[in-house]
């Protein structure tokens, strides 16, 4: 198969229309046509199904399917060598794909992505928010290239390669006018009462929480489950509950939420920075990493000052 041929295929499933895939590329439609064709007779089976009434995109089949996988991997390595090579010579350029949960993207992470961005104005960042399940996936069918994620039980993670960037502490919110907001710490026990906007069950956050409360020994009651977090401070700061969300997500200079401390326990998530172990990567995606581990690394200790007579 000609690299050539997987370029013009994956620009295919990725504009969802031949004539959208050709404009991108820069080529005539009857010369991906061709390449399509190619393609499907040497695998000897249909790789795309192609758009009709009432469904207008171009989708895979399943042998599509398992092509796009390998084809968007050998594509990114390919590119990877010419980037290691200017890495080589001193000068880091490339492409660097992740994928990333929205919390992160919203708390975390803008200060460490822009500081890099102007380091290395060679590197071009695609930023592409995933839902944290999804991530892993995406890591191992090559659509992005690091994966940025919170709060993931090994069992997600086991065919990944992981970095562990931080600790992130989850905190109660609560509108500035409640009584506990008063509170610098409460123990988790006592919020049994409370009425609960939760992040949606089955995400990786939602379930720290809940094996948080279990442990100080009730279920929480749910009153609104939503999917932003963004969206769940706002719902508390209109007063129809509190929340435990990442300490991140609370603004000092807020006047109108507060985040108090949780103790016995204190729920946290490890941010973690993962990869495709089948993957050699590219010198712009490592640089990208240290970056982010250089950021987060804790400051050192100052060593004690003792008076001398």
Same mark, same amino acid.
């Given at each position: 198969?000609?690299? $050539? ?19 991108h ?7 991906l046509?061709h390449?399509?064709?190619r ?10 199904d192609r758009?009709?009434?009432? $469904? ?32 080589? $010579? ?13 919390t ?7 200060v460490?992505?822009?500081? @890099? ?20 996936d ?26 562990r960037?931080?600790?992130?502490e ?7 006018t ?17 009425? @609960? ?6 995400? @990786? ?58 103790i ?9 920075a993962a ?12 640089? @990208? ?21």
């Amino acid at each position: 198969m000609e690299l $050539r041929d997987l370029v013009y295929f994956l620009a295919c499933l990725d504009e969802g229309h031949l004539t959208r895939a050709a404009a991108h590329l820069h080529v005539a439609q009857p010369t991906l046509s061709h390449a399509l064709s190619r393609l499907e007779a040497e695998a000897g089976e249909a790789l795309l199904d192609r758009p009709r009434k009432g $469904r207008p995109r171009i989708l895979p089949t399943a042998a599509g399917r398992l092509l796009e996988q390998r084809a968007r991997r050998a594509i990114s390595e390919v590119r990877g060598f010419s980037d290691d090579l200017s890495a080589l $010579r001193g000068v880091l350029v490339g492409q660097v794909r992740i994928g990333s949960m929205q919390t992160l993207n919203s708390t975390i992470l803008p200060v460490p992505l822009a500081a @890099f961005a102007v380091k290395h104005p060679g590197v071009q960042i695609s930023l592409h928010t995933l839902a944290a399940e999804a991530i892993p996936d995406a890591l191992t069918e090559g659509r992005v290239d690091i994966g940025l994620l919170a709060g993931a039980p090994a069992s997600a993670l086991a065919a990944l390669a992981i970095e562990r960037l931080c600790s992130e502490e989850l905190v109660l919110v609560v509108r500035a006018t409640d009584p506990l907001a008063k509170r610098r710490q409460i123990p988790l026990a006592q919020l049994k009462r409370q009425q @609960f906007v939760m992040v949606l069950p089955g995400t @990786f956050t939602h379930a720290i929480i809940v094996e948080a409360c279990r442990r100080a020994g009730f279920t929480p009651e749910t009153r609104l489950a939503l999917e932003s977090g963004e969206a769940i401070r706002e719902v508390v700061r209109a007063g129809l509950g509190v929340t435990i969300l990442p300490s991140g997500y609370i603004d000092g200079r807020d006047d109108s939420l507060r985040a108090v401390r949780l103790i016995q326990p204190t729920p946290r998530r490890e941010v973690l920075a993962a990869f495709d172990p089948r993957s050699v990567g590219t010198a712009a995606a490592r640089a @990208f990493v240290a970056s982010l581990k250089q950021h987060f690394a804790p400051a050192p200790r100052t060593p004690r000052q003792y008076a001398t007579k």
